[in-house]
């Protein structure tokens, strides 16, 4: 009787791992209400191997998204979902990252993303139609969610050899980067004034979505000449020659 019964257990355990195992990602997305602004195509493949053609966010199209859900971390009861995104052939983000906490917390760790500059600029309420040129890339180490935005927040994000056109005249900015953390749950965007424009600002995204900022732009020898005729647009200088920027 014990016997038949460890038979019929073992059958059990094998028949859930092996459902388990196949069960097709489409109903695990199925059973997920995803927010308003997001849209996806058709999911396919499993739970450990699931891939994604289209996701839409913000009207912002992410190609070729696809996963890879570690058995060995899900054995180690800590989830582990390694996720990549993009295809070099086609306009769009790309990039790679790894989804861990799934029992508690939500952290992101080693997250890389490329994407066009215009893709934000576009999305600004800017007064004047701009072109942003060459890549944006961001790196995140390690994020941690949080209320209302983070918990934990180390990376960086690069423009790098940025330029803008406008009026049918291209000015080239340099190198740009700010240090991104967290600070009591709000994200913060920190740049450096050792950059061609002489710009160190703050940045803070708080929530809701507001956002805060202030710093200064300091003109120096490598400032941009085209730009120099519109300082007067931001007031007077202090005695260090700073030009003082507040949101």
């Not at 994020?143 to 994000?157: R, S, T, Y």
Request: charged fraction near 20%; include cysteine; charge should be positive.
């Amino acid at each position: 009787m014990k016997k038949t019964f460890a038979y019929i257990a073992t059958f059990f355990v094998l028949y859930s791992v092996f459902v388990i195992a196949l069960m097709p990602a489409s109903w695990l997305m199925a059973q997920i209400k995803l927010p308003a602004n997001v849209s996806i195509t058709p999911v396919e493949g499993t739970i450990w191997h699931a891939s994604v053609k289209q996701v839409m966010v913000d009207g912002v199209v992410i190609n070729q998204v696809k996963s890879h859900l570690s058995l060995v971390s899900v054995l180690m009861l800590d989830p582990k979902l390694d996720v990549t995104f993009g295809d070099p052939l086609i306009n769009g983000p790309e990039g790679q990252l790894t989804i861990s906490g799934l029992r508690s917390d939500i952290t992101i760790k080693d997250a890389r993303v490329s994407l066009a500059a215009n893709t934000v600029a576009a999305r600004l309420n800017l007064p004047i139609d701009i072109i942003a040129h060459e890549q944006l890339t961001l790196n995140v180490s390690h994020f941690v969610m949080g209320a209302p935005i983070c918990g934990e927040l180390q990376g960086d994000v690069a423009w790098r050899s940025a330029a803008v056109s406008a009026f049918d005249e291209k000015v080239k900015l340099g190198n740009l980067s700010a240090a991104l953390s967290c600070e009591k749950g709000e994200l913060i965007a920190e740049i450096a004034p050792n950059n061609d424009l002489g710009l160190s600002y703050r940045a803070q995204l708080k929530q809701g979505g507001r956002f805060a900022g202030n710093g200064y732009l300091t003109p120096g020898e490598k400032f941009p000449e085209q730009l120099r005729e519109v300082l007067s647009f931001l007031g007077k200088p202090d005695r260090k020659g700073r030009y003082r920027l507040k949101i």
